[in-house]
């Protein structure tokens, strides 16, 4: 959609729900991940990209303590107290709001209540990151309608602390820190334990395309705690013999091979994935500026082969999904995106053939699965701020 007929449209329904206009308009990108499934918790590296597609809310400033937000993308809306938040989670989308309120309060921000209205181009709930853009975007809006300023590493620190802590998902750094320190044209290097970014360019000729497979994520949540705890046990069977080590960020291959006796099979498979996958976001570094097509087609394959058949997170559309995009003209490399179990996948393309590399691999993909599934382009945008 044009950005002015989607200012119109938001702008439009503002008007129905609270009479008037807006006054303020925040804005906050989803993201992919080009390398790195996860090792943000791992305290690793990621390959991150901001995408074009983002979440919008328009919002006016309220006299009183309070916030009611509704969104153009979800039914049910919010309607409750700055100061009484701790009984009021619970109950639906706008959780991610209360929580992104919450977790400023915490860190000691006095807030100022609006009128808001959400609206998103970011797929739900497909490893795009809507529920960062959301809480980034609300973390935007408050500190416009509040009157304070905040870094934007603190910024994606609170949005992780509030999905933590209050929405009870237990996700790593990756998706708001993305989301606040993207940049527009550019791949970023994130360390996942310093917080720090290398802005990565690609070289030119190659498109990044998302292939959502639109199949159900299930058990998304319980499967990522267990890879998660997985991961601390085998911290800590190796921190035994290395005391140094408090992450898989901090493992070598030779030390995991060393003791690959005493670790349970699942465990060791687990850890393998994490080591190597870590390496090959370093290695990323390199070939995406210069474009190798043949070392970038290793590395993403490798990273589906082994989040496959190590780390286990692929799905039976995954792995249809996977053939179709190997099999279209144009395809330089595929991967799983976001935590996997569904959700979506990501290739490099030449740029010349995008379309039809989209045009094939939505009708190899629905032929294979009878599911229609969403293939675009996408280009990386500038971090959350305001909307310009
Ligand atoms: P992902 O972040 O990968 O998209 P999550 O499960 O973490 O998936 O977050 C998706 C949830 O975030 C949605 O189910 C919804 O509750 C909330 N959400 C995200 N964007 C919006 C929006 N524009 N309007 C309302 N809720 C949203
Ligand atoms: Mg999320």
Redesign the pocket.
């Given at each position: 959609m044009e950005a002015e007929a989607r200012k119109k449209l938001v702008a439009d329904n503002f008007n129905e729900l609270f009479g008037g206009h807006p006054q303020f308009w925040s804005r906050a990108p989803g993201r992919v991940d080009l390398m790195g499934s996860h090792t943000d918790y791992n305290l690793g590296y990621v390959m991150t990209m901001t995408i074009d597609r983002d979440?919008w809310i328009a919002a006016r400033p309220r006299q009183d303590q309070r916030v009611c937000i509704h969104?153009l993308?979800?039914a049910g809306w919010g309607d409750f107290e700055l100061e009484t938040l701790e009984k009021t989670r619970g109950c639906n989308?706008t959780d991610?709001v209360r929580g992104t309120a919450w977790a400023l309060q915490q860190a000691g921000y006095k807030l100022t209540g609006f009128d808001g209205l959400?609206?998103?181009t970011?797929?739900?709930?497909?490893?795009?990151?809507?529920?960062?853009?959301?809480e980034m975007a609300c973390a935007v809006m408050f500190q416009q309608t509040s009157g304070f300023t905040l870094d934007p590493v603190e910024m994606a620190l609170i949005g992780q602390a509030g999905e933590n802590r209050y929405v009870g998902?237990n996700c790593g750094i990756l998706?708001q820190y993305s989301s606040t320190m993207g940049q527009a044209g550019s791949a970023l290097l994130l360390d996942c334990r310093s917080l720090s970014s290398q802005v990565t360019p690609m070289a030119a000729g190659i498109m990044v395309v998302i292939c959502d497979t639109r199949a159900e994520r299930n058990l998304v949540g319980t499967e990522y705690s267990e890879r998660r705890t997985q991961c601390e046990q085998g911290v800590e069977i190796l921190g035994k013999h290395y005391p140094d080590i408090e992450a898989l960020r901090d493992v070598s291959i030779e030390q995991l091979e060393r003791h690959n006796g005493e670790l349970p099979e699942v465990i060791y498979k687990r850890c393998r994935f994490i080591i190597e996958e870590n390496q090959r976001v370093l290695d990323l570094k390199q070939a995406l500026p210069d474009g190798n097509r043949q070392c970038l087609g290793e590395l993403f394959r490798d990273s589906y082969l082994g989040a496959r058949d190590l780390y286990q997170i692929s799905a039976l559309a995954m792995e249809s999904m996977y053939h179709a995009m190997l099999a279209a003209p144009g395809v330089i490399g595929a991967r799983q995106a976001?935590a996997g179990f569904g959700?979506c996948m990501v290739t490099l393309v030449q740029a010349e053939a995008v379309e039809a590399f989209a045009g094939q691999v939505q009708k190899d993909y629905a032929q294979r699965t009878g599911i229609q599934p969403q293939v675009f382009p996408v280009m990386a945008a500038a971090g959350a701020g305001l909307l310009k």
């Open positions: 979440t969104s993308n979800a989308w991610y959400v609206h998103s970011v797929p739900f709930g497909s490893g795009l990151s809507s529920s960062a853009a959301l998902m998706d976001g959700g």
